[in-house]
């Protein structure tokens, strides 16, 4: 092919590939909305974890103004594993006896990890850490 061509074609489509290779960035509720759609139980509907977990520092926004939070689709991950270290592992059916799960979570508070240690592992999962 004709190095004119090659040229001419990247020219004239230049913007579809642009819109191709770039993703928005996503306000907050816009982010915890396509969290939800992919079946993860993040909190918030126009505020939520996703904040929260920028406020511990946990996780990068991806704006330059800290006014509003902005997120790239793939900051996903990074919050899904928040979510998973954050879960605490007890039968939905507990509920049913009060005083018993009460004293449950009493003591269920002293194994969960710091803060820190569930930071420090989502981290990994944020790229721009």
Partial sequence: MDEFYVKEFFRDTSQQRYRLLQN???????FIK????????????????????CELGWLTSDNNNN??????????????????????????????NRDSLAQCLNGYINFLPENDNIGNKVKEFDSHS
Wanted: aromatic share 12%.
């Fill in 24 to 30: 928005k960035l996503m306000r907050e509720s816009k």
């Fill in 67 to 96: 006014q509003k939070y902005l997120f790239h689709p793939f900051r996903l991950l990074p919050v899904f594993k928040g979510i998973e270290l954050c879960k605490i592992r007890i039968s939905a059916t507990s509920t049913l």
């Fill in 34 to 53: 396509f969290i939800k759609d992919r079946g993860i139980a993040v909190f918030g509907a126009v505020k939520g974890d996703p904040s929260k977990f």
